[in-house]
């Protein structure tokens, strides 16, 4: 991996924690994400008018797609109306390669290295470590509830729109319609659950909402362009230096409490997918 992929790939990492503070930082969490899914939808529809159209099953992939993110969306941001970026974030993050990889062994025969079980093992350990923090701390339990789920649809989705691009034979393509296709669902969520409040934002928030938007898909596609420049597994490891970024963010700029639990745990977590993805 050369110096230049190498900070490309970290600066993804970053852009991914970015998002995650902006909607954190907004005082309306849900309405946040509402600018996001919906600028997001609004890119991929102009990419989808210069692409071709799927085919066959590939819609069936797109729509359940659009439907985990959403619902992902919607747990992420229930989580941080109740906790810490630097505590929800590194849970939702780090258990969902644990459940990919868990999933993978059971249910498709994937074949897992002595360094992938000790990944899923210091995985669990920071997890439950992290999780363990929300309780000695008399912080708001119904975050880790909201954290775990979201981790869920991340695994859900992960696994679904691998399947679904091969289905499609072109990663572009899907990716496109994937983000059209879930702005219009969160789009339509947020309107019929909120009304027509949920447009009243001021104009910073919808410059915060729509530089989420930018910063998630800007994070995405240096991903998958590094992925084209160098090993995947190099790539997919260092992606996830995001977990320590989003730490240091809350940390740093919103003076959250970081005790040496709480660090201990964030190793583990980092350590444990670095692991998972090598």
Known sequence: ?????????????????????????????????????????????????????????????????????????????????????????????????????????????????????????????????????????????????FAFASALMTACYSLIDGLGARAAGDATVFVAWMFLIDGIIFGSWGLLSRGRAVLTARRRDWLRGCMAGGASLGAYWIAVWAMTQAPIALVTALRETSILFAVMIGVVVFRERFDRAKAVATVLIVGGVVLTRL
């Open 1 to 145: 991996m050369s110096a230049t992929i190498f900070l490309a790939v970290l600066f993804a990492a970053f852009l991914h924690a970015g998002w995650n503070a902006l909607v954190k930082t907004g005082g309306d969490k849900f309405q946040a994400m509402f600018i996001m899914s919906t600028s997001q939808g609004a890119i991929g529809l102009m990419m989808t008018l210069v692409l071709p159209l799927p085919s066959g099953q590939v819609w069936l992939w797109l729509l359940a797609s659009g439907l985990v993110h959403s619902l992902y969306k919607f747990f992420l941001t229930s989580a941080y109306e109740h906790g810490d970026l630097s505590r929800v974030y590194p849970i939702a993050r780090g258990l969902a390669p644990m459940l990919v990889a868990l999933v993978g062994v059971f249910f498709l025969s994937d074949e897992l290295a002595i360094l992938e079980y000790l990944g899923i093992a210091a995985l669990g350990t920071g997890i439950i470590a992290m999780a363990r923090g929300v309780f000695s701390n008399g912080e708001s339990q119904h975050m880790l509830r």
